[in-house]
């Protein structure tokens, strides 16, 4: 079974820095896209940054050139690094990955269950 972890998240004043990481789990044939979500008190869901299998980025406008997403296909595990953080950025964040399994022959969508970000003083 496939599983999605995530981890990293904590309190940080604003100005300061976290690194989140997404491990994956199970018998995992590949990993396609990924990406990096999140969710703030009474709002939706977002997307923060995605990754292609080959590793181009794409990132929402409030976080570009503050977040950078990556990932490391050996150990099936994708990155967010998140450098001069705002209030505004806290909120649940949650990885997604689009993997197939050696079990199947089709590629499903996982989450992981989310860690939680708060960026105060």
């Known amino acids: 079974q496939v599983q999605l972890v995530e981890s990293g998240g904590g309190l940080v004043q604003p100005g300061g820095s976290l690194r989140l990481s997404c491990a994956a789990s199970?018998?995992?044939?590949?990993?396609?896209?990924a990406g990096w979500y999140r969710q703030a008190p009474g709002k939706q869901r977002e997307l923060v940054a995605a990754?292609?299998?080959?590793?181009?980025?794409n990132y929402t406008d409030s976080v570009k050139g503050r977040f950078t997403i990556s990932r490391d296909n050996a150990k099936n595990t994708v990155y967010l690094q998140m450098n001069s953080l705002k209030p505004e950025d806290t909120a649940v964040y949650y990885c997604n990955a689009e993997i197939r399994s050696f079990s199947s022959y089709y590629v499903y969508t996982y989450w992981g269950q989310g860690t939680q970000v708060t960026v105060s003083s």
């Open positions: 990754i292609t299998s080959g590793g181009r980025p």
């Open positions: 199970g018998s995992i044939f590949s990993i396609n896209d």
